[in-house]
């Protein structure tokens, strides 16, 4: 099923949640590369592969290296990831799987040393979106492959 086709505004409604991740965001100081870490390791977990895909591609576009994101899954084990980025990790991985641990203290704790409330917001939301990404692509039977990134 194509929701673009069928209710437009459903999909306006997530652009416009993306929209302000990317303004405020940038203006409260997350990183572009983070959130592209974010958003492929939330939809790695998820198995989302038009995502992974889309993600991926974004990713090299804005210049991140290949071992990095081949990576991003065994973060813990890598040496390639700053402690800001292994800290949204973490909770990118809490925040995606909160029915498993609710978002352990320690986490929370972990990720308040890197993060201002503001970014841990911006942060928190972004996960947010890239999870309901996740679930319409992934329920929609989206196909990976075709994706583009926009030229910058």
């Not at 991140?64 to 890598?78: C, H, M, P």
């Given at each position: 099923?194509?929701?673009?086709?069928?209710?437009?505004?459903?999909?306006?409604?997530?652009?416009?949640?993306?929209?302000?991740?990317?303004?405020?965001?940038?203006?409260?100081?997350?990183?572009?590369?983070?959130?592209?870490?974010?958003?492929?390791?939330?939809?790695?977990?998820?198995?989302?592969?038009?995502?992974?895909d889309m993600h991926t591609k974004d990713a090299r576009a804005a210049g991140e290296t290949e071992q990095r994101l081949y990576l991003v899954s065994a973060w813990r084990e890598a040496p390639f990831f700053n402690e800001r980025e292994r800290a949204a990790l973490a909770w990118t991985e809490s925040v995606t799987l909160?029915?498993?641990?609710?978002?352990?203290?320690?986490?929370?704790?972990?990720?308040?040393?890197?993060?201002?409330?503001?970014?841990?917001?911006?942060?928190?939301?972004?996960?947010?979106?890239?999870?309901?990404?996740?679930?319409?692509?992934?329920?929609?039977?989206?196909?990976?492959?075709?994706?583009?990134?926009?030229?910058?």
């Amino acid at each position: 099923m194509d929701v673009d086709k069928v209710a437009p505004d459903v999909i306006q409604a997530m652009l416009c949640l993306e929209e302000c991740i990317y303004k405020g965001g940038r203006r409260a100081g997350i990183e572009r590369s983070l959130l592209n870490l974010v958003n492929l390791r939330a939809s790695q977990i998820n198995g989302c592969a038009w995502c992974v895909d889309m993600h991926t591609k974004d990713a090299r576009a804005a210049g991140e290296t290949e071992q990095r994101l081949y990576l991003v899954s065994a973060w813990r084990e890598a040496p390639f990831f700053n402690e800001r980025e292994r800290a949204a990790l973490a909770w990118t991985e809490s925040v995606t799987l909160v029915s498993h641990d609710h978002v352990p203290d320690h986490v929370y704790d972990y990720v308040r040393q890197y993060f201002t409330e503001t970014e841990l917001a911006y942060l928190t939301l972004a996960i947010v979106a890239i999870n309901g990404w996740n679930r319409f692509n992934v329920s929609m039977r989206k196909i990976a492959g075709d994706y583009q990134p926009r030229k910058t």
